[in-house]
């Protein structure tokens, strides 16, 4: 580091991830609204829960998404090239997050913002256009408020060619 300085904010990264692997540990309302999200950008997803939420369940069914029903153990993170650890369990996340750690694999860790290597930014997406709202995890009030105000401008059509 050249200078010893506060950084404020993340800076914003659009990765090409459509053939990356992804593992989600986890299957609840969090990991669900994530995995929905990512199914719009990758199309190897793999979810290992012993239980899962109804979208999840559908995303599946529908071949969005792979769903193993089962408990979390390491070997379900191998050839991952994200993971997302979404398990109600802190100690879990926490091992997962180690696990990754050693294994070089970028996790996000929904339960400590500070284990993760990338944040999951309010999204807005229209055809070719995606917009990523993140506050550094900081105020999730005003990144939803500022989404939906883009929502509604694409909505009135205020952007449209």
Request: aromatic content about 8%; hydrophobic content about 40%.
């Amino acid at each position: 580091m050249m200078k010893n300085r506060e950084l404020k904010g993340f800076f914003p990264f659009f990765a090409d991830i459509r053939d990356k692997k992804t593992v989600v540990i986890g299957a609840g309302k969090i990991a669900s609204r994530r995995i929905e999200t990512m199914t719009q950008f990758c199309a190897n997803i793999v979810v290992v829960a012993p239980e899962a939420t109804d979208r999840v369940l559908t995303l599946a069914e529908e071949g969005w998404i792979t769903f193993r029903q089962k408990t979390y153990d390491r070997e379900d993170l191998f050839g991952a090239d994200l993971v997302l650890a979404a398990t109600n369990d802190p100690k879990l996340n926490d091992e997962i997050h180690s696990v990754c750690k050693c294994l070089g694999i970028w996790v996000n860790v929904c339960s400590d913002q500070q284990k993760c290597d990338f944040q999951f930014p309010g999204i807005v997406k229209q055809d070719e256009i995606v917009i990523g709202i993140n506050a550094a995890g900081t105020n999730h009030k005003k990144v939803k408020k500022i989404r939906e105000c883009v929502e509604e401008a694409f909505a009135k059509g205020e952007w449209n060619e």
